[in-house]
């Protein structure tokens, strides 16, 4: 008996990721065609800072094609991940108490629409910011022609460690709210969790020191953010 409900729970859960992974498709597919017109706007902001004597190259033979498809996935499932979020609740949903139902799915919406604002925060503010920086600290006799492979593996890792740094309001609540950390003892452990940041931000960010601050910085913020909001448990 409980062989069959483990394997109706293994199928239940792998329908759930195949409706997420069609969906994500879907997007794939519906966006191929102006794939070439994205990564302009994608690349936008690199491009303004460039300086008229420099282009955007393509190092690799393939990498005009293949970047703006690896961009237009990584679109579709940054997309996708409201719906991925919902599949998982789905699945999830059937055995959580009430308490533990009104309780996560607040924190999943919140979740997900604090990743975005960090995705938008990054590729509005922080990007650009990072790109002028580099291009104009260049010494004069460096020609500045920038690899659109590096552009995006650069700018990707930024917007998805933005997106996981925002995170960090949502994991410092629900500690608190489960009773694994008070707010007192996260306050008297804020200078460990400052150096945590900075340590994350090496691995989420370019290996650039200017880039982990951004980050680290960012992440402290909203760590103190999500002590003051956060509420002890009874």
């Known amino acids: 008996m409980e062989e069959n409900n483990l394997i109706g729970h293994l199928s239940e859960l792998r329908n759930r990721l195949i409706k997420a992974l069609i969906f994500c498709l879907v997007l794939l597919v519906f966006m191929f065609p102006f794939a070439d017109d994205i990564y302009v706007?994608?690349?936008?902001?690199?491009?303004?800072?460039?300086?008229?004597?420099?282009?955007?190259?393509?190092?690799?033979?393939?990498?005009?094609?293949?970047?703006?498809i690896k961009l237009i996935l990584s679109i579709s499932i940054l997309i996708s991940i409201p719906y991925i979020i919902y599949q998982i609740w789905s699945f999830a949903?059937?055995?959580?108490?009430?308490?533990?139902?009104?309780?996560?799915?607040p924190f999943a919406i919140s979740s997900f629409i604090l990743f975005y604002l960090g995705a938008i925060f990054a590729f509005y503010i922080v990007v650009p910011i990072l790109i002028n920086f580099f291009i104009n600290t260049a010494p004069e006799s460096v020609k500045i022609m920038t690899d659109i492979s590096q552009f995006f593996n650069f700018a990707i890792k930024i917007i998805i460690?933005?997106?996981?740094?925002?995170?960090?309001p949502i994991f410092t609540i629900i500690s608190v709210r489960l009773g694994i950390f008070t707010k007192k003892t996260l306050r008297k452990s804020r200078p460990y969790f400052i150096i945590l940041f900075f340590i994350i931000g090496m691995f989420l960010t370019p290996p650039d020191i200017l880039s982990q601050i951004f980050l680290a910085l960012p992440m402290?913020?909203?760590?103190e953010l999500g002590i003051i909001i956060s509420k002890d448990k009874d």
């Open 93 to 105: 949903k059937p055995g959580l108490l009430d308490g533990e139902k009104k309780l996560m799915l």
């Open 220 to 223: 402290w913020m909203l760590f």
């Open 161 to 168: 460690g933005f997106g996981i740094a925002f995170q960090v």
């Open 41 to 68: 706007l994608f690349s936008k902001p690199l491009i303004e800072s460039l300086p008229e004597s420099s282009d955007l190259i393509a190092i690799g033979v393939g990498s005009p094609f293949i970047v703006p």
